[in-house]
């Protein structure tokens, strides 16, 4: 069993960055590709970035392209989302996930408790 924990939420206001990070507190996440997703009040989880345990990234998609990278640290077991420039749009509970991975929510078998976002004018 993996229990993944999310930190780095905050009030911010436009155009200000923030780091997300992810990690395994229980159980290895060896193997798995690790997720960014993100759900907005009123509105259905969508996929924010992705990391293969290879290294290789999936395309983001285009709301968050250019503004936000995702990176792995293997060693420790972590998975990191940086966010530039934020908009209000960018408000929204994020969400770290592990599994086989992809960009479909069904592709990843665990999930963290997620962390707020807000980002104000």
């Known amino acids: 069993q993996v229990q993944l924990v999310e930190s780095g939420g905050g009030l911010v206001q436009a155009g200000d960055s923030l780091r997300l990070s992810c990690t395994a507190s229980?159980?290895?996440?060896?193997?798995?590709?690790m997720g960014w997703f993100r759900q907005a009040p009123g509105k259905t989880r969508e996929f924010v970035a992705a990391?293969?345990?290879?290294?290789?990234?999936?395309n983001y998609p285009g709301s968050v392209v250019g503004r936000f990278t995702i990176s792995g640290d293997k060693p420790k077991n972590m998975v990191y989302l940086q966010m530039n420039s934020l908009q209000l749009e960018d408000t929204a509970v994020y969400y770290c996930?592990?599994?086989?991975?992809?960009?479909?929510?069904?592709?990843?078998?665990?999930w963290g408790q997620g962390t707020q976002v807000t980002v104000s004018s």
């Open positions: 229980e159980g290895s996440v060896t193997g798995y590709t």
């Open positions: 990391i293969r345990w290879s290294g290789e990234i999936l």
């Open positions: 996930a592990a599994g086989p991975g992809g960009y479909m929510e069904s592709s990843y078998y665990y």
